[in-house]
């Protein structure tokens, strides 16, 4: 574990996408960089605690240390998911084979999946849209995030995620052109990157 570090992954395919700037794009990717780089230090801090035997509830440095490691791991992977589910030239074409029958199926229809989505991603505060399967019987339901560690379904496994934070769509729309940034979103979804995340 002391050795272990995480990377940042690299989207070249994120250049160019309809409504979301190369710019703004630049500036999220250092931020996701952040992520990654926190979550390395408190994971090489709290595993030098733990072989100090200093790793303790009753020890505030690494009490509080443990709780924001939730919120730097899923920032760093939730960003993952969000960069890797875009792509330019994707269109607006919608999901198809396997995908759209697994929203038929939980929804009734793919425009309920939708209008529920976008009813989510478009809620005041900041966190993720995110839409999730169960692993116990393949069912798909969207969530809403808070910050990036509260609100996740425990085991569920991402399969749409989109950043909701004003950073994702401030400078290129106004902080309360959400709704504008979801449009713009929609249009680069990579469907065929969230159907391979259906089990």
Known sequence: MAD???TPKT???????????????ETHLKLYEGYVNRTNK????????????QAAGSNP????????????????????????NLKSGAGDAGPGGKL?????????????????????ATMPGVGWAITYQNPE????????VTLHEE??????????VMDAWEH????????NERAKYVDAYFSNIDWATVESRLK
């Open 4 to 6: 272990k570090k995480y």
């Open 11 to 25: 989207f070249p395919h994120l250049k160019g996408l309809k409504g979301i700037s190369d710019g703004l794009l």
């Open 42 to 53: 408190l994971t090489e801090t709290l595993f030098g605690l733990a072989k100090e035997k």
């Open 61 to 84: 440095a690494y009490a509080e240390m443990s709780r924001r490691m939730g919120f730097e791991y899923n920032g760093m992977v939730l960003h993952e998911y969000y960069f890797s």
């Open 100 to 120: 759209k029958a697994a929203l038929e199926a939980s929804f009734t229809s793919y425009d309920i999946w939708l209008a529920d989505f976008k009813a989510i």
């Open 137 to 144: 019987n393949g069912w798909l339901s969207n969530h809403w």
């Open 151 to 160: 609100g996740n379904p425990a085991g569920f496994k991402p399969v749409l």
């Open 168 to 175: 994702a769509f401030v400078p290129d729309y106004k902080a």
